[in-house]
């Protein structure tokens, strides 16, 4: 009998309802003779209920003790989703029962607010499937070496039914959201964006670290390191549809490297507003000043995305990079203070009115001019672009927030995702 692994995010769990549709298509795959284990997100808006409450009491703080009291906090969440899930599984006549994740438990290290999972422990599971009950576990959570309770940065439901799924050997993990897929682009920002069939495990990493939110990354690299196979599906299609036909909807994360897929140069469009900018300006231009700059930044445990240093004028340059915007208020007062002092530069400015755009797609790899086609494309919207990166498979820009939304549709265009495919 396969083992599948259903996980179900917070608008599919966003109401009582929404859970009692989530329990009768649980309960219609389970009938159908598969072993079943459930991972849901907390109801929608719940984590960011919770982690308000925790602001209106004191500032958010990078002090350890209050990281651990959100990871505390928010993983209630999942906590109560789960129960509301294996009570009306119960209710459906189903045998259901729920874990909280140090329940089973599911390990991870200390890292408050985006720990990492290190090991599952199946036992209790097995047991339970074996006595054909569906068995709902928590997402998003986790215990450290203390019995802390963890959370797995936001969006971290999708790794946890990924890497339960890798740990149970489940034969699919099936991805159930608000969407129907996987799209070209976030379809909520560019209505004429495409569902797509399949989409490489490569693009798929790409796309999600690159800000498409409909996967968490962490989760990405779990199927690929595990070789889970991966759906992205709705959940708002009737629960009762055939079940054959509802296991080949959606986008279908591949690991092959079909023609098909070669033919797209570019495969999808992503986008961030979560990073911010921050510029050293009049560096002595010496060597080791990388080094200087970034080894203090990543002492304080902050992590760089971007780079860029500038040519050199009368032996001074400029040094900019981007850092997750939660981290652009430390990581400025890192830089004045410590750093900017030491190096003799002139000043330091953060703007957190950026966005990275990116596009992906693996026929980038054999065809050329692929980026410039994005520049200019950007060039003819009048949008100037700040920072450049770019990788075999993906190009990435930053530029000014204000136009994010004309820049992805424009590239939309450019690259004929809006074109349907054959
Ligand atoms: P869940 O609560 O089910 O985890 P998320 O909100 O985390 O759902 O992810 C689904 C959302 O991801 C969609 O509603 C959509 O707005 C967004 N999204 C961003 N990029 C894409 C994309 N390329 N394809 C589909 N959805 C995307
Ligand atoms: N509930 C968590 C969040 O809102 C985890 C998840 O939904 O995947 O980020
Ligand atoms: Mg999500």
Known sequence: MSLIVHKYGGTSMGSTDRIKNVAKRVAKWSRAGYQMVVVPSA??????RLLGLAKEL????????????????????EQASS????????????????????????RTNSAFTKARIESIEDQRVMADLAKGKVVIIT???GVDEHSNITTLGRGGSDTSAVAIAAALKASECLIYTDVDGVYTTDPRVVPEAKRLLTISFEEMLEMASMGSKVLQIRSVEFAGKYKVPLR????????DIDLKEEASSGTLISFEEDEKMEQAIVSGIAFNRDEAKISVIGVP????????????VAQANIEVDM????????????????VHRNDHAKTLDLLKNQVVPELGAAEVV???????????GIGMRSHVGVASKMFKTLSEEGINIQMISTSEIKTSVVIDEKYMELAVRALHKTFDLDQDKA
């Open 43 to 48: 109801m929608s808006g719940e984590t960011n």
């Open 58 to 77: 004191a500032p958010t703080s990078a002090n350890l003790a209050y990281q651990r009291e959100l990871d505390m906090l928010a993983s209630t969440g």
């Open 83 to 106: 129960a509301l899930l294996a009570i009306a599984l119960q209710a459906e006549g189903v045998e259901s029962v729920s874990y909280a994740g140090w329940q089973l438990p599911i």
């Open 139 to 141: 997402g998003f959570q």
């Open 232 to 239: 992205v599906l709705s959940s708002f299609t009737p629960w």
């Open 285 to 296: 231009d010496k060597p080791g000043i990388a080094y200087q700059i970034l080894g203090a």
């Open 307 to 322: 780079i860029i240093q500038n040519l050199s004028k009368d032996g001074k340059t400029d040094f900019s990079f981007t």
């Open 350 to 360: 953060g703007d957190t009115k950026i966005c990275k755009v990116s596009i992906v």
